[in-house]
């Protein structure tokens, strides 16, 4: 190759790409279980995943604890305690996460203040934010949603719970969507036994996932290695 | 890898730009760059009008109207950047990029050869650089140290002073009067480690080398073991010019070569990626790298990076491609296809996690969750924000409450643990691993019906009338497909409020789960394993 034909053809390349395009994408730490539902083996850093279905807590749950276990602070922006459930702490700390990195947030939808300026306010501090059942959002609430989660490069795990009467609301259009359904328990019977931990069949959708993927794990999972009180049964 | 420790002689030139990132884009205009509404530079005229570092956005554009407001642009600082660097490479062999408009160099050999350190600042300063300084930039600020540390110091005052400034060699006095404020302007120091040192009295490094390296490791960890060594001018960090024999390094070989940045910089990217993996880098974080390209016509490209907050693999990156950039750019510097590229670590410093502090308290993402949590509490008030505490319990929704966070969060991370704990005793009677995983605010009333619709009931043995079958819940009736339990439980035997109530498990058809408890007859739903 010529002198001149290199230096013009380097030239023209020159300043192209930036080093977040080169660079790997920042993969959040998520069970090995649910990461076979990623193409990168995991959620991107920056983006909104949403868990529906009968064991949408549980997989909420282990989805977010390995980061927070690492040592991210977690919000949990609970929009729905006026009128449902409110998570339990020591289902969580089962899961794995550590408690003394979660704070929770209870919205009151009709205040003054949007569900997403506690979100924007949260990952000021927090790298995961659950938000549970926050109803829809509009489209420039969710503009200003995702710069700024790609700003801070955290993760919002929109939690979407079955509920007994309730029908279930669709929220901000999630970058993956996993939906469960149960498809066996462990340890309980016709009147014996204990539920231990349910087969779940979690199936995924979204951006980047064509066809979808589909993945079988146990919620609980116990090799999550959470921290609870002694077991008591009576 | 170990690196090697200052020797006396060292003597490290700092040349600094203090307002590289306006000027370079304003030149003579009057303009403010700002990063999180602060001032980082400003250039002449806005100066002139009265603003400075770190005002505040509104203050700083009052004092200024008619100045640009630029946005940062961290790429096109280092291009027009890389014209000073060859400059200056072409002067001295070793030179060290901190950032744009701040390098280091080995002042020692080009002293020698030209005569003297103050001979060399006069040819930069006055031969060197305004050739290829763009317009409108001040002149920089030049200081000479005998370490990165001090260097850094000295260009610092020579920025308020107007001339350079030179720490005297051998001479201790001048490196005890540093003050710790000026090394946390340098960035050597954190501001809450220096306002903890100024509250104990110490406030220069003469203070620190008095104390003695016992003192201030044991007191001060690695943190005050770091600033005695600085008391002392036994900085580790040298300039690039001395690759330690061991370094952990990459080398890339392209075959054929290739004449495009892109691959060259994906390569350099896989290369980076694996260094910064190998084992070499266990526990540690790079510092300092030397960044190398080759071409079939043996020209070579090689320059060295610094930053004490460590270079990622997306920084070391951003270098290779800032670094390949200015070299193309540069006429006549490149007249044939890249063969190689390397990337050597010449520099490392313990991981201590950017979020460790002093006796490993709080680090800045819990005092950053710590402020979120506090906007949060203004946003909606402080009673809705909460944080989990173990209270103890056998019921579900007893054993944890969430408190107002003002009051629970403390600032001893060992404190939240023992917040959260679980504690006092074996509570027999709780419910086992796996708890629900959401509790109802309010119980739920629900009926549950045997398979011919006849209420279940827990006799006083804790035994059951009939297999639940069907839950009715608000209108609904869902099958119950497995149940365990009952489980009873009497609280508070021995006082008038005792409570005793039974609990079931079941799963419906439909798969979710939920625990009942039944109290006086009634049913309700206190947990669901979602």
């Known amino acids: ?234 | 890898m170990t690196p090697p420790a200052t020797s006396p002689s060292c003597r490290l030139l700092t040349v600094w730009f203090p307002d590289w990132a306006a000027e370079c884009l304003a030149g003579n205009d009057p303009a403010i760059v700002f990063h999180r509404d602060r001032v980082i530079a400003a250039t002449a005229p806005a100066r002139a009008a009265g603003v400075v570092v770190g005002q505040r956005r509104r203050m700083a554009t009052a004092r200024c109207p008619s100045a640009l407001t630029p946005s940062r642009d961290i790429d096109t600082e280092h291009r027009c950047f890389a014209a000073v660097i060859d400059a200056l490479c072409d002067l001295v062999p070793g030179v060290d990029v901190i950032d744009a408009g701040h390098v280091v160099l080995d002042v020692k050999g080009p002293a020698q050869y030209f005569g003297g350190e103050a001979r060399v600042i006069t040819r930069l300063v006055e031969q060197v650089l305004p050739g290829v300084v763009p317009a409108g930039v001040s002149p920089p600020a030049v200081g000479v140290g005998t370490s990165l540390a001090t260097s850094a110091v000295a260009a610092l005052r020579s920025h308020r002073a107007g001339h350079p400034v030179v720490e005297p060699p051998g001479d201790t006095r001048w490196r005890d009067g540093v003050q710790l404020i000026e090394l946390v302007a340098t960035g050597d120091v954190d501001a809450d480690t220096a306002d903890v040192l100024s509250r104990v009295g110490v406030r220069a490094l003469g203070d620190v080398s008095a104390l003695g390296a016992a003192a201030m490791s044991d007191r001060f960890g690695h943190i005050g073991a770091r600033l005695y060594r600085l008391s002392v001018g036994d900085d580790p960090r040298r300039p690039v010019i001395h690759v330690p024999a061991d370094a952990p390094a990459v080398h890339r070989s392209f075959e054929p070569p290739l004449a495009d940045t892109t691959p060259v910089i994906f390569a350099a990217r896989e290369a980076v990626i694996d260094l910064l993996a190998s084992p070499a880098m266990h526990g540690r974080i790079c510092t300092g790298a030397l960044i190398e390209f080759g071409t079939e016509h043996a020209e070579s490209n090689r320059r060295g990076w610094f930053r004490n907050e460590g270079l990622t693999s997306t920084a070391l990156v951003d270098r290779v491609r800032w670094q390949l950039d200015a070299w193309v750019r540069r006429p006549g510097a490149i007249t044939a296809a890249i063969t190689t590229v390397s990337v050597i670590i010449t520099d490392t410093a313990d991981d201590v996690g950017a979020s460790q502090r002093l006796w490993g308290g709080r680090g800045t993402t819990d005092d950053a969750a710590q402020r979120a949590a506090a906007r949060l509490g203004a946003l909606v008030g402080p009673d809705r924000v909460t944080v989990p505490e173990w209270c103890g319990g056998r019921l579900t929704g007893q054993r944890f409450a969430w408190v107002p966070a003002a009051a629970a969060m403390h600032a001893d991370p060992d404190l939240d643990r023992a917040r959260v704990t679980p504690g006092g005793g074996l509570w027999p009677g709780a419910v086992v691993r796996p708890a629900p995983n959401s509790v109802p605010v309010h119980p739920v009333a629900v009926e549950v019906c045997g398979a011919d619709g006849t209420p279940v009931i827990v006799g006083g043995r804790g035994d059951l009338n009939t297999t639940p079958a069907t839950v009715r819940l608000a209108g609904s009736e869902h099958v119950v497909v497995w149940w365990a339990g009952p489980w009873p439980v009497t609280e508070r035997w021995w006082e008038p409020r005792r409570r005793r109530l039974a609990r079931l498990q079941v799963v419906f058809d439909d798969g979710t789960a939920h625990l009942l408890a039944v109290e006086r007859r009634r049913w309700s739903i206190v947990g669901s394993y979602a």
Not at chain 1, 31 to 44: E, N, R
Not at chain 1, 177 to 195: A, F, K, N, P, Q
Request: hydrophobic share 45%.
């Open chain 1, 1 to 234: 190759m010529g002198s001149d034909a290199v230096l013009a053809a380097l030239a023209g390349t020159a300043g192209v790409g930036r080093a977040g395009d080169l660079v790997a994408p920042e993969i959040v730490r998520v069970p090995s279980s649910v990461g076979a539902l990623f193409p990168h083996g995991g959620p991107l850093a920056g983006s909104v995943l949403a868990c529906e279905g009968p064991a949408a807590w549980s997989l909420a749950a282990a989805v977010v604890a390995p980061s927070v276990a690492a040592g991210t602070w977690m919000l949990i922006i609970d929009v729905a305690t006026a009128h449902a459930c409110t998570v339990e702490p020591e289902a969580l700390s089962e899961a794995g996460v550590p408690l003394e990195r979660v704070v929770r947030v209870t919205a009151d939808t009709a205040g003054s203040v949007h569900v997403i300026d506690l979100v924007i306010a949260g990952l000021e501090g927090f790298g995961v934010v659950l938000l549970v059942d926050p109803g829809s959002l509009t489209g420039a609430a969710e503009r200003r949603l995702r710069r700024r989660l790609v700003d801070r490069g955290a993760m919002v795990v929109v939690v979407r719970p079955h509920q007994l009467g309730r029908r279930v609301t669709r929220g901000a259009a999630a970058d993956a969507v996993m939906s469960t359904s149960v498809i066996g328990v462990d340890g309980i019977g016709e009147g014996w036994g204990r539920l231990m931990s349910r087969r779940v069949m979690v199936s995924a959708s979204g951006r980047r996932m064509h066809g979808g993927r589909h993945v079988e794990i146990s919620l609980p999972d116990e090799s999550t290695g959470g921290v609870s009180a002694p077991d008591t049964w009576p």
